[in-house]
């Protein structure tokens, strides 16, 4: 499977249009397109750029996603709603696209939900160095990941990032009880023991930091189409 993370650039002000746009209004242009489910949907309530509606969604091929996106684009119920949605103000200011593929655990099932209402989820974009991504997977679910599930969240689903910037680039999707245990929990697992450990222990095998800077985006679920 090929998986594709979307992080729309939202006018200010206008979450809850995009919401609306996404859930609901362009449902049947988006089953028309053959555009699947999102595995999930979020809007960032904090993170580096803001504000930003969230989408990861699963392809068989290239292929198949090119073709749904360009079905979707020439639709003239979506044209109509979109010279709609931007007649005042831009209500998308920018789109940017990754494409992603899956770590075998934790395991992702067909009709995951990685977005179930009434918890907080973080998006961590973590930085591996050059060259290190099997040494970063063992690692992460080595140390990374109890440390996590020690502390309160659950580590949903993890992901190699094969477009982008700055790769390669590990993307996690940890699921919180609420915005507080996120803040409490983040705070542990920063110095938490075994990471710290971990983190020395490469140093001294590998001679750099196998992980550098991260980007975490605090989100809340939306509902994906059809939800509403």
């Not at 655990?105 to 209402?117: F, G, K, N, Q, V």
């Not at 590990?170 to 920063?190: E, K």
Request: hydrophobic share 45%.
């Amino acid at each position: 499977m090929l998986y594709e993370l979307r992080t729309y650039q939202a006018g200010g002000g206008r979450m809850a249009e995009m919401e609306k746009l996404m859930a609901s209004d362009c449902t049947d242009v988006l089953r028309r397109a053959k555009v699947p489910r999102p595995l999930g949907a979020w809007h960032a309530v904090a993170g580096p750029r803001l504000p930003a509606f969230v989408w990861i969604l699963a392809w068989n091929s290239l292929d198949e996603r090119n073709a749904a996106w360009a079905a979707f684009g020439a639709d003239v119920r979506w044209q109509q709603l979109r010279r709609a949605a931007h007649e005042k103000t831009e209500l998308t200011a920018c789109v940017d696209t990754q494409f992603m593929s899956a770590w075998p655990e934790p395991a992702l099932e067909a009709d995951t939900d990685l977005s179930r209402p009434g918890y907080v989820y973080e998006l961590i974009l973590l930085r591996v160095h050059t060259g290190q991504g099997g040494a970063a997977r063992q690692a992460f679910l080595g140390s990374d990941r109890p440390a996590l599930e020690e502390v309160g969240g659950k580590l949903q689903a993890v992901f190699d990032l094969l477009s982008g910037e700055n790769l390669p680039v590990i993307a996690a999707v940890v699921r919180w009880a609420d915005a507080t245990a996120c803040a409490n929990g983040m705070s542990t697992y920063d110095s938490h023991p075994k990471v710290r450990a971990a983190r020395v222990a490469e140093r001294e095998k590998l001679g750099f930091d196998l992980f550098n800077s991260a980007d975490r985006y605090l989100m809340v679920s939306s509902p994906p189409f059809g939800r509403v």
